[in-house]
């Protein structure tokens, strides 16, 4: 700096002095600068390999994808059939139904100029079986009611047949069946729904009348709905998720909450807060509770009863240790215990067993606990309080496996109790399905609607139900009821 040999001694000691201060100020902008770049660089880092975000959102831009795992090793499985489960396939049938065989014969000249027609038949040298359905096209039904006068004087006049409308002319209750079918389970938007039962039946029902259907059919299961959350609250074990949906206002929104087994569906909507899971099934549960981990399924408002906390969400929680510590064998280590207990479930599940074999729980038992501890020793606790300090990657999933192993665990020491909530991850799929393919839900009360005949056939289906008579025979009053706990 030129004029440096003219200043004095006070003059050069007062720029040192502010040279340090923004020497120093630059030091912190850097220092901050760099923790928000590496906040940016996890963040993008999230996938569905390493966290709890959904597969669907590995194609977004500057997303980081997953790593490209072989079946049979430490990671996913590949897609479509999976080794050893069943197949299946069309089947001959020899049940065939009168009027259903066709009989075809060469036509024509043959090369000699003989008509076929006059050719000896020498029976069937091939056959093919193809399953269709008969074209769909809707007929007009009248139903005319009829009064009879009997000799005593009294008039009788005949009722009207269930399913059949009031007024003089209405869709039936089959194409009411179809409408709603199609809106909630394949989520098709109401005026394509519309659409589409006029292009297969020639029926033209309007848009306002399939979006009423939505309202009526929830009425019809509202008992149904009744009886299986209060078998939920008996159940042994129940698995609960939540996942957002758009509702109502754009700048509003809600989650849709679900509790279920393998045989019960229950869906409310709600926000992601206390008040919310008072009202949910949990406050009344009394068995085991399979979670994410999220704090409202801990709190103490809503009773004591154990938990397993979800094992895949705690392997991809690890995958993110094992990326962010590539020299630790930890994560590792802990990943292949709790897939080696994982396998052994399963196995003796399939084997018709009641329990894991001894040695091999206390082998994997041994390992899980070894990394923890391992994983504790080389991932520090940063002292100071909570909400002010961030610990490092890993530190509080740690603690969480030291503290809650019985938590982690549950499942091998009871083979009744599944290892991840997976089964409540299903049952919300519908929604997020619904979410890409209709976007926004105009009201709560329609998305109230919505789920509640979502929850009702799902639990038909798992009890091995066809969704579209239950549905039928709901919208004709003759609800289907989920059975007992002695049965279920």
Same mark, same amino acid.
């Given at each position: 700096?030129?004029?440096?040999?003219?200043?004095?001694?006070?003059?050069?000691?007062?720029?040192?002095?502010?040279?340090?201060?923004?020497?120093?100020?630059?030091?912190?902008?850097?220092?901050?600068?760099?923790?928000?770049?590496?906040?940016?660089?996890?963040?993008?880092?999230?996938?569905?390999?390493?966290?709890?975000?959904?597969?669907?959102?590995?194609?977004?831009?500057?997303?980081?994808?997953?790593?490209?795992?072989?079946?049979?090793?430490?990671?996913?499985?590949?897609?479509?059939?999976?080794?050893?489960?069943?197949?299946?396939?069309?089947?001959?049938?020899?049940?065939?139904?009168?009027?259903?065989?066709?009989?075809?014969?060469?036509?024509?000249?043959?090369?000699?100029?003989?008509? &076929?027609?006059?050719? @000896?038949?020498?029976? %069937?040298? =091939? /056959?093919?079986?193809? $399953?269709?359905?008969? *074209?769909?096209? +809707?007929?007009?039904?009248?139903?005319?009611?009829?009064?009879?006068?009997?000799?005593?004087?009294?008039?009788?006049?005949?009722?009207?047949?269930?399913?059949?409308?009031?007024?003089?002319?209405?869709?039936?209750?089959?194409?009411?069946?179809?409408?709603?079918?199609?809106?909630?389970?394949?989520?098709?938007?109401?005026?394509?729904?519309?659409?589409?039962?006029?292009?297969?039946?020639?029926?033209?029902?309007?848009?306002?009348?399939?979006?009423? &259907?939505?309202?009526? @059919?929830?009425?019809? %299961?509202? =008992? /149904?709905?009744?009886? $299986?959350?209060?078998? *939920?609250?008996? +159940?042994?074990?129940?698995?609960?998720?939540?996942?957002?949906?758009?509702?109502?206002?754009?700048?509003?929104?809600?989650?849709?909450?679900?509790?279920?087994?393998?045989?019960?569906?229950?869906?409310?909507?709600?926000?992601?807060?206390?008040?919310?899971?008072?009202?949910?099934?949990?406050?009344?549960?009394?068995?085991?509770?399979?979670?994410?981990?999220?704090?409202?399924?801990?709190?103490?408002?809503?009773?004591?009863?154990?938990?397993?906390?979800?094992?895949?969400?705690?392997?991809?929680?690890?995958?993110?240790?094992?990326?962010?510590?590539?020299?630790?064998?930890?994560?590792?280590?802990?990943?292949?215990?709790?897939?080696?207990?994982?396998?052994?479930?399963?196995?003796?599940?399939?084997?018709?067993?009641?329990?894991?074999?001894?040695?091999?729980?206390?082998?994997?038992?041994?390992?899980?606990?070894?990394?923890?501890?391992?994983?504790?020793?080389?991932?520090?606790?940063?002292?100071?309080?909570?909400?002010?300090?961030?610990?490092?990657?890993?530190?509080?999933?740690?603690?969480?496996?030291?503290?809650?192993?019985?938590?982690?665990?549950?499942?091998?020491?009871?083979?009744?109790?599944?290892?991840?909530?997976?089964?409540?991850?299903?049952?919300?799929?519908?929604?997020?399905?619904?979410?890409?393919?209709?976007?926004?839900?105009?009201?709560?009360?329609?998305?109230?609607?919505?789920?509640?005949?979502?929850?009702?056939?799902?639990?038909?289906?798992?009890?091995?139900?066809?969704?579209?008579?239950?549905?039928?025979?709901?919208?004709?009053?003759?609800?289907?009821?989920?059975?007992?706990?002695?049965?279920?």
């Amino acid at each position: 700096m030129s004029g440096l040999e003219e200043l004095s001694r006070e003059e050069l000691i007062a720029l040192t002095r502010a040279l340090m201060a923004e020497n120093a100020a630059l030091k912190a902008e850097v220092a901050q600068l760099r923790e928000r770049v590496a906040k940016l660089e996890r963040l993008v880092s999230r996938n569905s390999g390493n966290s709890g975000m959904p597969p669907s959102a590995d194609d977004l831009p500057g997303r980081k994808k997953p790593k490209d795992r072989t079946a049979g090793s430490t990671g996913r499985r590949r897609p479509g059939k999976q080794p050893g489960a069943e197949g299946k396939a069309l089947a001959w049938s020899d049940d065939i139904a009168d009027g259903a065989i066709i009989n075809h014969y060469p036509q024509g000249p043959c090369g000699c100029g003989a008509d &076929l027609a006059l050719a @000896a038949d020498l029976g %069937v040298t =091939a /056959a093919h079986q193809q $399953i269709e359905i008969p *074209l769909v096209v +809707a007929r007009r039904v009248q139903h005319n009611l009829h009064t009879l006068a009997c000799r005593c004087g009294a008039v009788h006049t005949a009722p009207r047949p269930a399913g059949v409308n009031a007024a003089p002319v209405s869709l039936g209750v089959n194409l009411q069946a179809w409408c709603v079918y199609l809106l909630v389970v394949h989520a098709i938007p109401v005026h394509r729904c519309a659409e589409l039962v006029a292009s297969l039946t020639g029926a033209t029902p309007s848009p306002g009348f399939v979006h009423g &259907l939505i309202g009526r @059919a929830a009425a019809a %299961v509202a =008992a /149904a709905n009744a009886r $299986i959350r209060m078998l *939920l609250t008996l +159940a042994y074990v129940v698995s609960c998720d939540e996942t957002p949906v758009r509702v109502g206002p754009k700048k509003t929104g809600k989650y849709l909450l679900v509790a279920c087994t393998e045989l019960l569906t229950w869906y409310m909507l709600g926000g992601r807060d206390l008040a919310t899971f008072k009202r949910f099934v949990l406050a009344e549960v009394t068995g085991v509770v399979v979670h994410d981990r999220y704090q409202n399924y801990d709190a103490a408002d809503l009773g004591t009863r154990d938990h397993q906390l979800c094992v895949a969400h705690l392997i991809r929680d690890l995958e993110d240790c094992a990326e962010t510590y590539p020299e630790a064998r930890w994560p590792r280590q802990l990943q292949m215990a709790l897939r080696g207990l994982i396998h052994a479930a399963n196995l003796a599940r399939e084997q018709g067993g009641d329990a894991i074999a001894a040695g091999t729980l206390a082998m994997f038992t041994k390992m899980f606990r070894g990394g923890v501890a391992v994983g504790l020793s080389e991932v520090k606790r940063v002292p100071g309080p909570a909400k002010t300090v961030t610990q490092p990657v890993g530190r509080v999933l740690l603690e969480v496996l030291r503290d809650r192993a019985d938590d982690v665990l549950r499942f091998a020491h009871d083979l009744r109790i599944p290892p991840t909530n997976n089964q409540a991850e299903r049952d919300l799929r519908p929604a997020k399905t619904q979410q890409k393919i209709s976007g926004r839900l105009r009201s709560e009360r329609h998305a109230r609607h919505r789920y509640a005949i979502r929850g009702y056939l799902s639990t038909a289906m798992k009890h091995g139900l066809d969704v579209m008579t239950v549905l039928r025979d709901a919208l004709l009053g003759r609800l289907w009821m989920p059975p007992g706990p002695a049965t279920a």
